[in-house]
């Protein structure tokens, strides 16, 4: 329960700013952040169990048939990111508050940034797949609402629907490749998968496995072809480009890559795929990293550089290769968060990001000066400095590639140029900015920021500094218990943080490095002179423009089937159906089955003969509609024969009690349809629909020929069996509706409850035109309530009430149910709106209908969840008998409850649409000109 609360005080917290709001700016910051306090505190509580080599670990059912439950664990890995999302997110609290400005809803945006504080502690806490893919899909949902924060500038829109369609699409892939390694491996168990390596690799389906989830990571971590959208993400508020991208959004990726690198790694298509990727993103993002002139640019092609460097680190394949990577996870959270922050102070007290207008800022910001320049000098390798030590670590482990035959000389060449580009574009962060001359038209003066705006970045820095001097005695136990969870268990290499190694190749190279970046620093006009040359590719631009393609061909698409004519739809309907039923029963050798045709007496023939009539007859009398509706009952009437001549009374009633309610429903609308119906088909178009008429129902008849004369397997037997001991009940459909597929039925009066909200809220204003008179100019009866259908409608109420509460109170163990006596209360009560009219039934029925249908779900609903309180999976029912005075022994059953909550939806549901189809209706006024 305790490793429960480190996810679970997060998600209250996107509570607390939205009430701590009214208090004050710096309370509603000091609110917030006390939650997430307190899931540090309980972090560094259970930390020592960690570094002894246990693993805290927490287990809920949730959908056992779906191998989905709520399992946590607490590893070192897991420990590694839970101190990162934590520790930076509340330096991102302190510097929002001074950050944000009054026109900001500061309670909004807490609340965006404690939801996706939430997703990412559970991605890196999950213990089962599909709880890790469901929080690494909240990310990007939490993620749309941080980026497009701003939402009145244009770039933050398209900035967050771009992030959002991008990784959203990687999480599909994750999606699909998470369920292969599931069924590969037998299950969703995160701790099972990561002992089956063997048998993943050696699995034929390992290569599908490892590229849907390497797609899955790359989009997250904005790897190479995939890293336009971060860039673009730079919109949102810079407190959110520091917390995303230092610490939590992107790390997500490499996160991916380091939890399943005991399980995927140590093949030649890991190395292909996964350090190739990582070196072309390296060098792509360092090199455009040096050319832009946005301060925030600059850092979000770093970003993607060093996530190249991480993602190349996990694909080198060796032990060592993923403890650097994990290290440089490590320092690169504190000097890129540092940075983003010193970029934010910066853009907040000069009023731009342009480097060309940002010169010479040490005059008037010295003390942000020195912290920039440290974590700067920490981002290029400079040593004394925890970068240095895990890039030196990178450069060494580079030598030791061989992949690549005679051309594995080439990574640790191109690892050396990514390394010269990174020293080079931190210096242009520095020079540029605080340096080179004077500032230029800028839109404020600058000058240092508050004091607590600040102390985020000297926190990040004082680590950045305390790191790169003592590495071993800062973070050797924390970078021991990560890798332990990484790198298989024993290939755990001896890990030796320290500053000198001695003179070695790798030194050699970081020296390089930092010259190599001195000296591209000084020519870099060369650079920007060769990039002119080359034509200027906005990935904003495109992305909008193959938006913009796609959402053409589907509108052509659209407009191709969709025009209006439902002629059209029911034809290509009918037509599909047509398709499948007809190939199933083609490929089948014959018609008939090895059972006898059922008998047939003469009950059956004339209703069969009656059923086939009516539905003529009510196309035949369409024109005259009085009459065709009457033969539409009639159809519906037999349909609820045929149910109760065939054992099914459950179905009997139900189709009673709706084709009521639906008669009464076309009545009321057929009042409102034009009075002249347009021009008949032609008689092209009416054969073509006989024959497509007789072609399918020809199909339909064959079909069924061909299943009621074969064996039939059916699960009807298993609910036979276990309805009463398993359900308490005797009416095994509403067993089944209440108990055994109550999560069905849960969803479907949750949509009609909200179908019904919906069309309440058309109707509630809207005002249809009223005709005076017939077709034939007749004007209709000036007695709108007759008084036979009144009296008859108030005799009918209590006894009709009477009933639906019977057909409710009996629904578990005979015909009956919440649904059927829902519908015969909703019928009664529209019977007295029509005969006394809306005005009157309301006075006297003076009570809402959307709180009853609101009210029936959320009984519904705690119903499910009252099971969990027992130890129970959702909405399983309990039963017993039990003796009541003056009535007996009963039988009770919490199902009851449930299909109260389904009774409660249809009658408010049910009476929202047709109580205020009454009511949309306007009286004809004839024109001045006839009076």
Request: hydrophobic share 55%; with cysteine; net charge positive.
């Amino acid at each position: 329960m305790t490793l429960l609360l480190i996810v679970l005080l997060p998600l209250l917290g996107t509570l607390v700013p939205l009430i701590g709001i009214r208090a004050g700016r710096t309370y509603c910051a000091w609110l917030t952040a006390l939650l997430p306090a307190v899931a540090l505190g309980i972090t560094l509580y259970l930390a020592p169990l960690v570094f002894s080599g246990n693993v805290p670990q927490f287990f809920l059912p949730w959908i056992p048939q779906l191998d989905l439950h709520l399992a946590l664990r607490l590893d070192g890995l897991s420990l590694l990111f839970v101190l990162l999302i934590l520790g930076i997110g509340l330096l991102i609290i302190l510097y929002a508050r001074y950050y944000l400005s009054e026109q900001d809803s500061m309670g909004r945006f807490y609340a965006y940034l404690m939801l996706f504080m939430t997703s990412m502690l559970g991605i890196v806490t999950s213990n089962n797949l599909l709880l890790l893919w469901f929080f690494w899909e909240l990310t990007s949902l939490s993620s749309f609402l941080l980026i497009g924060f701003w939402s009145h500038q244009s770039d933050a829109r398209k900035g967050a629907r771009m992030a959002l369609t991008v990784t959203g699409a990687g999480g599909l892939s994750l999606l699909a490749g998470f369920l292969l390694l599931g069924q590969i491996v037998g299950t969703m168990d995160l701790s099972v998968v990561l002992q089956s390596g063997d048998q993943v690799r050696s699995s034929p389906y390992y290569l599908y496995a490892l590229v849907l989830i390497l797609l899955g990571a790359f989009t997250k971590s904005a790897q190479f072809p995939f890293q336009f959208w971060l860039p673009k993400a730079m919109a949102a508020p810079t407190p959110v480009s520091a917390y995303l991208h230092s610490a939590t959004m992107v790390k997500a990726g490499v996160f991916l890559l380091a939890r399943m690198f005991p399980v995927l790694a140590g093949t030649d298509l890991w190395f292909y795929f996964v350090a190739l990727t990582g070196l072309v993103t390296l060098l792509y993002g360092a090199y455009f990293a040096l050319l832009k002139q946005d301060l925030k640019g600059v850092l979000a092609f770093s970003t993607i550089s060093h996530l190249g460097l991480i993602t190349m680190l996990f694909g080198l394949n060796s032990p060592m290769a993923a403890v650097a990577g994990v290290f440089h996870i490590i320092n690169h959270a504190t000097f890129k968060a540092s940075l983003f922050m010193a970029a934010g102070i910066v853009d907040h007290e000069c009023g731009t990001r342009d480097i060309r207008k940002l010169n010479g800022l040490w005059r008037y910001m010295p003390y942000t000066t020195a912290l920039a320049t440290i974590a700067a000098a920490s981002m290029a390798g400079v040593p004394l400095l925890n970068g240095f030590l895990s890039k030196e670590m990178f450069l060494s482990e580079s030598l030791d590639a061989h992949m690549l035959g005679g051309l594995s000389w080439l990574i640790p060449a191109l690892a050396t140029l990514g390394s010269v580009l990174s020293a080079a574009y931190s210096l242009r962060f520095i020079h540029d900015v605080f340096f080179n001359g004077e500032p230029k038209n800028l839109p404020k003066k600058p000058h240092e920021p508050p004091r607590y705006m600040r102390l985020p970045i000297e926190i990040l820095i004082l680590l950045c500094i305390v790191v790169g001097l003592f590495p071993s005695s800062t973070v050797s136990g924390l970078l021991n218990a990560a890798v332990t969870a990484v790198v298989p268990a024993g290939y755990e290499p001896e890990i030796d943080l320290a500053i000198w190694h001695g003179f070695n190749l790798p030194l050699l190279m970081s020296a390089i490095a930092l010259g190599g970046g001195i000296l591209v620093y000084a020519l870099r006009h060369y650079i920007y002179n060769f990039h002119r040359q080359f034509r200027s590719q906005d990935p904003n631009v495109i992305f909008e423009a193959s938006t913009q393609a796609i959402v053409r061909v589907a509108q052509q698409a659209i407009d191709r089937f969709e025009n209006g004519s439902l002629q059209r739809y029911m034809f290509w309907l009918l037509l599909t159906a047509l398709g499948f039923s007809a190939y199933g029963l083609i490929e089948s050798p014959r018609l008939s089955g090895n059972l006898p045709a059922q008998s047939i007496d003469w009950a059956v023939a004339v209703g069969a003969g009656m059923l086939c009539l009516s539905g003529l007859a009510t196309v035949f009398f369409h024109r005259r509609r009085l009459i065709s509706l009457i033969m539409l009952s009639v159809v519906g009437m037999l349909v609820s024969l045929a149910f109760a001549r065939f054992s099914a009374p459950d179905l009997a009633l139900t189709q009673l009690a709706v084709e009521v309610v639906t008669m009464i429903l076309l009545m009321l609308a057929l009042f409102f349809l034009p009075q002249k119906t347009p021009k008949e088909s032609s008689g092209r178009r009416i054969m073509r629909d006989v024959l497509l008429a007789g072609a399918f129902g020809g199909v339909v008849a064959s079909l069924n020929y061909a299943v009621l004369t074969r064996p039939l397997q059916s699960i009807s037997s298993f609910f036979l069996e276990n309805s009463v001991p398993g359900g308490g009940g005797h009416n095994v459909v509403n067993v089944i509706l209440v108990d055994f597929r109550g999560f069905d039925t849960l969803g479907e009066i949750t949509v009609l409850g909200i179908a019904g909200l919906a069309i309440f809220k058309l109707l509630n204003r809207l005002k249809l035109f009223m005709p005076s008179s017939d077709m034939e100019g007749r004007p209709w009866s000036p007695e709108r309530f007759p008084a036979i259908l009144a009296s008859m409608a108030q005799s009918l109420l209590p006894l009709a009430l009477l009933v639906s509460v019977f057909i409710f109170l009996r629904g578990h163990n005979l015909p009956g149910g919440g649904f059927i006596a829902g519908l015969v209360a909703a019928a009664t009560l529209i019977l007295l709106y029509m005969a006394r009219g809306v005005e009157w039934a309301q006075q006297r029925l003076d009570f809402q209908f959307q709180p009853i249908a609101v009210a029936g779900v959320l009984i519904a609903t705690l119903t499910g969840l009252g099971s969990w309180v027992f130890g129970y999976p959702f909405l399983t029912s309990a039963f017993g008998h039990f003796h009541i005075p003056l009535i007996g022994d009963v039988e009770l059953a919490t199902a009851l409850l449930f299909d109260l909550g389904v009774y409660l939806t249809v009658v408010g549901a049910t009476l929202m649409i047709l109580a205020n189809l009454g009511k949309v209706t306007t009286p004809h006024r004839p024109s001045k000109e006839k009076r």
